[in-house]
Structures are given as structure tokens and as C-alpha cells.
């Protein structure tokens, strides 16, 4: 995806998100961080984009304090986390990475009042049951190479604070 169109999402415009800085890097990416409107010391955002602006990979990194566990679960974050992934994730895989958006975005703590209109089907109660993990914090890492896209999502240690990073790398050259 272009990063101009990517600035065209539900990302940028629901979550407001606005440049902070470039950086070029050694193999001639350029590397564009990015801040959200609201909540911007739990946030980081960073996109790496070819010569021709092609994104190449997309990361967040959300405080896990602010993201919640699994007590309860910050609807904002959840609804970025999701977003960003649906933005991010390259379009011929959009299709296999709709169970990783429906995951995150049903994500809810044991103590959150969650109220469905209907059940949850059993496929939805075990899918991705390892992602759900580790954006809970209660497990490390969880990955999946798409046909164009690898996804990696893992709770890591970033500036001194306990961090869910998600970052979407292209599989094209």
C-alpha cells in the first residue's frame, strides 16, 4: 500500500494521526513516525516506506498499563490495535487477517460488563486463542506469514516500560 493511501484510513482519520518526524535509513527506506491525536505518551507509531512511499512495514507499539489484561481491556486500544491492522496488512491478505481484526476487536477482560446479542460460536471462542494471550500479556509471542504479509505481535520491554509491539512487514521485495 502507497502511504498516501494509507492517510486516507479509518487510522488516520478517526485516530487523528499526524507526523511527527522522518528518518532515512541505511537501505534507502525512510522511517516516519507518527503520534495519534489523544493518548500520545502510551502511543508509538513508525512506517517504513520505500523511495516511492510504499510502506514496507508498519509498527505500534502500545504501553501494556494503558492497553489493559486480562481483568480488563482498554476499548481504545483495542479499537487502534484493530484498525491498525486493518490499514496496515497488505490488501491481498485482508481476507485471512479478518479473524485476526474480529479477535482483537472482541477482546474484553473477565471484569468488563460485556453484553452479546448473540452467543459466541465456538470456532470464535477458540480462534487465535495464543493472540489473545499475548495482547493480555500472559504469553510472549504470536506470529503469521500471510501470502504478502507477516504479522508479529509480541509483549516486549521499550523505554523502560512493558510494551505490546504489532508489526506488519510486506513479504514483497
Known sequence: M???????????????????????????????????GGFQEFIDVAMKVDRAEGVHEGVLILDRDWIGGPMTVNP???????????????????EKASA??????????????????????EKQAEQLETLTSVYYGTEKCFS??????????????????SRLRIVISSLEA
Open 100 to 121: 485476526i481484526v474480529s479477535t482483537i476487536w472482541n477482546l474484553s477482560g473477565s471484569k468488563d460488563d460485556v453484553h452479546y446479542i448473540h452467543e459466541k460460536s
Open 2 to 36: 502507497e502511504y498516501s493511501r494509507l492517510k486516507e484510513t479509518e487510522l488516520f482519520s478517526f485516530f487523528h494521526f499526524t507526523e511527527i518526524g522522518r528518518r532515512p535509513q541505511s537501505s534507502g527506506m525512510m522511517e516516519i513516525y507518527l503520534k495519534p
Open 144 to 161: 503469521l506469514e500471510l501470502k504478502k504479509s507477516k504479522l508479529l505481535v509480541e509483549n516486549v520491554e521499550d523505554v523502560g516500560r
Open 76 to 94: 481504545f486500544g483495542k479499537d487502534l490495535a484493530k484498525s491498525f491492522v486493518e490499514a496496515v496488512i497488505h490488501p491481498d491478505d485482508k
